[in-house]
């Protein structure tokens, strides 16, 4: 199977390029701001609806510039200390979810205290609108042909224009499929009631921990990583399964406190 090849430029205007990644960033930002509305809007959220565009701000900042700051420190920091005026060459690409990770629970807890809320009544809210960029992230990746799999003779197997001869995993489907679909399902449903506090932001870390760390099994490593032991573990697992820990931490302590 032939993976489309797709130009990952969407749409230029004179030398002003607009990439399909740049979109779907848009997109998982629109959507979450419209599904924080409506999040909102129902009977004891705690919330306005005006509230959202705010926090919606605090969310994009800690996105962009914890993305961007991780993966320099964990992905590239030889290249970007020989290089440092390109860590802000945002359109050659390059970005860390766990980066980014840290930048949103740093802008939510600066939202949090402007807003006199505890840091887990943001994060909760939060949490079940980030799989739809996640989801949409991972488009974006498959529509550049990067983030692969590692070579494959199943069925499904694609050959990318950038992998080489081989059919490999489209392991950007699987995100797809599990960080942004299966997470969004997940997420969406089990905070339609009442929960403890901080379970919401549990269940996020522990599932998406658990869904990363099980589609890096399949995933070609980082080429200026490779391998950090034993042959098979990535970057992408030693940095999942803190997450995977502390969720269930917070799980049990929002239940037990």
């Not at 205007?13 to 959507?31: A, D, E, S, T």
């Not at 690409?93 to 949103?104: C, D, K, P, Y």
Request: proline content about 7%; aromatic content about 16%.
């Amino acid at each position: 199977m032939i993976a489309p090849d797709i130009d990952p430029v969407a749409l230029q205007l004179g030398p002003l390029k607009i990439h399909w990644y740049g979109v779907m960033y848009l997109v998982g930002f629109l959507g979450g701001w419209w599904l924080g509305v409506y999040r909102a809007k129902r009977p004891g959220s705690g919330w306005q609806p005006n509230e959202i565009s705010d926090l919606l701000f605090y969310l994009a900042l800690g996105v962009i510039l914890g993305g961007r700051l991780g993966y320099t420190l964990f992905y590239n920091l030889p290249y970007y200390l020989k290089h440092p005026l390109e860590v802000f060459f945002l359109w050659t690409g390059g970005m860390s979810f766990h980066g980014g990770l840290l930048g949103v629970i740093l802008a939510m807890w600066l939202y949090a205290r402007k807003t006199q809320r505890g840091f887990f009544a943001v994060a909760d809210f939060v949490a079940p609108l980030v799989p739809l960029g996640l989801g949409a992230g991972r488009i974006g990746n498959f529509i550049n042909q990067e983030l692969w799999g590692k070579a494959t003779d199943l069925p499904w197997g694609m050959v990318f224009r950038t992998g080489g001869p081989l059919p490999r995993h489209p392991s950007q489907l699987y995100e797809f499929a599990l960080e942004g679909v299966a997470l969004f399902a997940i997420l969406w449903l089990y905070s339609a009631r009442p929960r403890p506090t901080a379970a919401v932001s549990g269940l996020f870390l522990a599932c998406y921990g658990v869904f990363r760390f099980a589609v890096e099994l399949v995933r070609e490593p980082d080429v200026q990583l490779g391998y950090l032991a034993f042959g098979w573990v990535t970057m992408g697992q030693v940095l999942s399964l803190p997450m995977i820990l502390l969720g269930a931490g917070l799980i049990w302590w929002g239940r037990h406190r």
